[in-house]
């Protein structure tokens, strides 16, 4: 995997009685040390005339307890559900928009530049606890997050209540391979679908 990817499996937890026996499932597998834990509120944000929707890009500004992390992310590259996209994270000091923080990536400067005088403004936001474990499965290095809470799309509110598998270093089989042993053992089913994507869903209902 290269700078900049994120590689990862999302699985939609069917039934809420699940949560703590994947969870104890997690925690049979090499981990060392404990989950943590972690109290997310993102706000996705674009332009009035949708111009990153428009371009492929997903900015987003996560409060993750008392830290702020900023997110670019790219198209999705994969026709699977194993989604491989362009992450870029940088830490901030508020949940307000700022997109210059990125100027100094080459492949998105271009497209940014053209919108730094323009509003954004907030068009998603999801509230939820992520369970994040590092395990070791196979060859490889993986994230397991647990996520439960809500996505807002202004009078309408979704269930988060998802698993994501994220490859840190290894192959991407292993995210796989874990993937499918996890859907063996409990009722849950590979989502194409981001949390962006579903409150965009949700908000367009309206």
């Known amino acids: 995997m290269s700078k900049n990817e994120e590689i990862e499996v999302k699985l939609q937890i069917n039934n809420s009685k699940d949560l703590r026996y994947l969870s104890h499932f997690i925690s049979e597998l090499y981990r060392p040390g404990p989950p943590k834990f972690f109290?997310?509120?993102?706000?996705?944000?674009?332009?009035?005339?949708?111009?990153?929707?428009?371009?492929?890009?997903?900015?987003?500004?996560?409060?993750?307890?008392?830290?702020?992390?900023?997110?670019?992310?790219?198209?999705?590259?994969?026709s699977d559900f194993l989604a491989?996209?362009?992450?870029?994270?940088?830490?901030?000091?508020?949940?307000?928009?700022?997109?210059?923080i990125f100027d100094d990536i080459e492949n998105i400067r271009d497209k940014i530049n053209l919108i730094y005088d323009d509003q954004l403004i907030p068009?998603?936001?999801?509230?939820?606890?992520?369970?994040?474990?590092t395990v070791f499965f196979n060859q490889s290095k993986l994230e397991a997050a647990i996520d439960t809470g809500h996505i807002y799309g202004l009078s309408i509110t979704e269930p988060i209540q998802e698993i994501e598998l994220e490859l840190k270093y290894g192959r991407k089989?292993?995210?796989?391979?874990?993937?499918?042993?996890?859907?063996?053992?409990?009722?849950?089913?590979?989502?194409?679908?981001?949390?962006?994507?579903?409150?965009?869903?949700?908000?367009?209902?309206?």
């Not at 995210?175 to 949700?202: C, N, W, Y």
């Open 39 to 78: 109290h997310m509120s993102a706000c996705y944000y674009d332009t009035e005339n949708a111009f990153l929707q428009k371009n492929h890009i997903v900015y987003r500004v996560r409060k993750e307890n008392n830290t702020y992390i900023a997110t670019i992310k790219g198209k999705n590259q994969s």
């Open 84 to 100: 491989r996209r362009l992450e870029i994270n940088r830490q901030v000091g508020s949940i307000c928009p700022n997109l210059k």
């Open 123 to 133: 068009i998603v936001k999801n509230f939820f606890l992520r369970q994040q474990s």
């Open 173 to 206: 089989e292993d995210v796989l391979s874990l993937a499918e042993i996890l859907k063996t053992h409990f009722d849950l089913k590979p989502s194409m679908q981001s949390k962006f994507s579903r409150g965009l869903k949700i908000k367009n209902c309206i």
